[in-house]
């Protein structure tokens, strides 16, 4: 029997174990125990002001690094405010471990105090879960719980440790590898799937590359790179995506779906051939599902089986990591191509005349009030694409998409599945934890910073200097933007009146920041360097933009990727289009 | 649409069965019927699922099954290589007399006779059943109880063996994964 030590010590010990560096949390009853080691622990825990802020920096610090992001919460309230960054994490695929006390285990199930069943909460919006009642399983949950979050399509998992099990005692040993009988990811992918999608590449006129978040998760954006200059073909990267494949690239198309460019819709729409890597056919892509690309074969490469023929069927379905997968269709297309080189050029003359003729673009106010992607776009600009942008979810998501040219992975964050709203500063909280010496700026909206500015004191107290850029058209300006188009402009509930109330530069000062005001063009470029020029604390900038600004182009919800907007009433000439 | 049965190997852990209740409530998928019991591993439980679907949505619930971790093994069952029963119960106000030439054919006993209520045990296949429950309604069914149905596959395979094949849990060439999983 080796030496006896606490459950609290044993959690802690095997985080050391499994490598953690930080975690995100605040204390409270029943995690009280864990706490203890905690304060002699090598790992640097960050005390949150909200648990939902602790789960979002679990996630930026997972996003900008590739490791599993760890939070760390109590019972009941604690456990149910890290709901909504677990189901974040879920749907966008993140590796999260979060450890929650539980009541002690002869209290559970009668409703104790601060009791809440968060295995059973949390199992849809978890990849997987533990509730774990006896000391001695400590050790080898959160061997597991590191496992599942990081290996196969990576999620979070969540490992509910009760009380009781934390105080009483326990041998320690960490187990390396956690044997588990139902669960084990295929990483190699199946050869004659290669074979056999390799030679729908080499008969194809119109291929497309349509490249999810997978390829980020995968490490895989080099691989790809080589991938889609052997075959040539057009790229698009969709939200999740961005950065996988360089912006300046002449193949690259831009983001597809409802405020895609209409190169990248146009092009998947018209494709005989997807090239599906790391994506999944969301309807924020597809449009609706029944009209999308119709005259399209598809390949659809994917670590996640149950992905394959989900939305849409795939013609050649491989299973697989996508870094073994790209690199063993680079021989097989460059054998492929030996046989039959295809002559891609028309299609490229089609996507390079809607390129130039429907560039991503918008129009100043006529009011000479600020323009929101102007903002976006300098922030970009003058940043540069090494730093770190982390979004919130509106408007402003959709053009820091459009308007920032990323030419690496991990450096656009976003919350693309779930569209958590407060994503951004949390978020960005943690990718500078993880990239300290990179520039992180968090691109969000009035209505998103309302709703977890808390953290800015965090960054404050723990020197986590990032920036924020508010982007304030006082409003919840996409909710405003379908009520412009599809309410006849009856702004039911959406005026924030956040020019008047609050005064975010105060508010920013108030928490340790530096806060900042814009409210004209010729300021922006001055006020963006003296943000990017202060690393010692926090800076948020409130941009007064203009509130009438619209997202384009756009797919209506529901509607056919065919029936794309470029401005309001206004779709592209296709009659003048060699389609 | 069509009726089809499951057999589904799965870790004897708790919650197991509220992970793949819940995926089927999530996905928005109907379970005719479940049955869950022990197997010759006291680690491992199989349930017994039968659901009404098209074939290219079995594809979906079986992937989706697939990937709870708890979850080690998927088989369907197709009528034509397995062997299908339920269980019922039947309370109904007739006498053995009465009964006995309905229960003709079918597998039953007549577990208990009293003041003029009885109780027939049956062992049926679902369409048997539905049959033989059809015929006794003419008597008045006061109460009826009833399982999920259980399958077994015909042959000497068993089912561990046949997901330990398909999904290389056998062999042992898949540990290289495991390396860089921590932190």
Known sequence: MSEQISGAQSLVKSLESAGVEVMFGIPGGAILPAYDPIFDSKIRHILVRHEQGAGHAATGYAQVTGKVGVCIATSGPGATNLVTPLADAHMDSVPMVAITGQVPGPAIGTDAFQEADIRGVTMPVTKHNYLITDPNEISRAISEAFYIAKSGRPGPVLVDVAKDALQKMTGFSYPKRPELRGYRPQVEPNEESIRDAAALIAQSSKPVLYIGGGVIKANAAKDLLKLAELVGAP??????????????????????????TVAAVTALQKSDLLITLGARFDDRVTGKLSTFAIGAKIIHADIDPAEIGKNRYADVPIIGDLGPTIRALIPAVTAEFKKRQPDYSTWWRQMDSLRSTYPLGYNEPEDGSLSPQYVIELIGAITGPDAVYVAGVGQHQMWASQFIKYEKPRTWLNSGGLGTMGYAVPAAMGAKVGAPDTPVWAIDGDGCFQMTNQELVTCSLNNIPIKVAIINNESLGMVRQWQSLFYQGRYSNTDLHSKRIPDFAKLAEAMGCVGLRCESKGDVDKIIKEANAINDAPVVVDFNVHRDAMVWPMVAAGTSNDDIMIARELAPDWDSQEL | MAQHTLSVLVENSPGVLARVAGLFSRRGYNIDSLAVGPTEDPKVSRMTIVLNLEGHALDQVSAQL????????????KDSDTRQRELAFVKIAADRGKLEPLLAGYQTEIVEEKSGTSIVQVVANNKDLVALLKRLESLGIKELVQSGAIAIELGSQTLVEQTARETGLASSDNQSQLEDYQN
Not at chain 1, 238 to 256: E, I, K, N, V, W
Not at chain 2, 66 to 77: C, D, P, S
């Open chain 1, 235 to 260: 790229v698009v990267t969709t939200l999740m995506a961005r950065g996988a494949f360089p912006d300046s690239h002449r193949q690259h198309l831009g983001m597809p779906g409802m405020h895609g």
């Open chain 2, 66 to 77: 697939f990937k709870l971790v708890n979850v080690i093994g998927i088989q369907e069952m």
